[in-house]
């Protein structure tokens, strides 16, 4: 067991650029979610895939924000046309379905900075 | 809907000192509550979790919660502060086959030497 990897773990980027992220989860769980953290809040949640399909998306990712997890195995998450707006941490979870709710085990996160 | 609210963000104690970091939450169905740490620049590591079992949960590094069901509340304590647990702490809540888990804004936790 390897742990929750993410990579890049920084990301400085103009505005109007695009930034891909990637997340490789714990091998055998089969859920994935990915979160926005900005500076003193909490992690906020974005997406949700349960192996290949992508079964929720917060209004928060707007038409910018792309994310995919071929094969149900690593995922990406995509942001176009950068805006300053999106600085933040980016995490990605993952977890293994549970009987009751599921225990999510977190990376090290992403942090986008948008010049 | 599900919310989480905690109560101060920022508490200091001296070392030795008993640790109370407080937790409140909304849920219109039985909740499932857990608390995490982040240490600076790292990903959030899971301290405990509350499932409906036992309402006193034991959790890593000596930290536990109890749930509270009449005062919907999920505090976290430990009896003597260390160094090592000054980080930022953060409540969440889910409910069962949930798949998101609600955060709240987190509690940064000083050690005065």
């Known amino acids: 067991d390897t742990g929750v990897s993410q990579d890049p773990r920084h990301k400085i980027t103009k505005r109007g650029q695009n930034v891909t992220f990637r997340c490789d989860p714990i091998s055998e769980h089969n859920r994935l979610y990915w979160y926005r953290q900005t500076l003193g809040q909490g992690p906020e949640f974005l997406t949700y895939?349960?192996?290949?399909?992508?079964?929720?998306k917060s209004r928060l990712l707007s038409d910018r924000f792309s994310a995919e997890r071929p094969k149900g195995s690593f995922s990406t998450l995509e942001i176009q046309r950068t805006e300053q707006g999106d600085s933040a941490m980016y995490l990605c979870?993952?977890?293994?379905?549970?009987?009751?709710?599921?225990?999510?085990?977190f990376g090290p996160g992403t942090r986008l900075t948008v010049l | 809907a599900q919310s989480v609210t905690q109560l101060g963000s920022h508490v200091s104690v001296s070392e030795g000192a008993l640790v109370l970091l407080r937790c409140n939450y909304s849920s219109s169905v039985p909740p499932y509550l857990f608390w995490y740490v982040q240490y600076p620049n790292q990903g959030l590591q899971l301290l405990l979790k509350y499932t409906s079992a036992a309402t006193l949960v034991k959790g890593i590094n000596g930290f536990e919660a109890e749930f509270k069901k009449s005062e919907t509340s999920f505090h976290l304590t430990k009896p003597s502060a260390h160094m090592s647990d000054a980080a930022e702490y953060f409540c969440a809540v889910s409910h069962t086959g949930g798949f998101k888990t609600i955060f709240g804004a987190g509690t940064r936790l000083f050690v005065k030497a």
């Open positions: 979870a993952s977890s293994l379905e549970e009987a009751h709710t599921d225990t999510q085990y």
């Open positions: 895939f349960q192996n290949e399909a992508q079964l929720e």
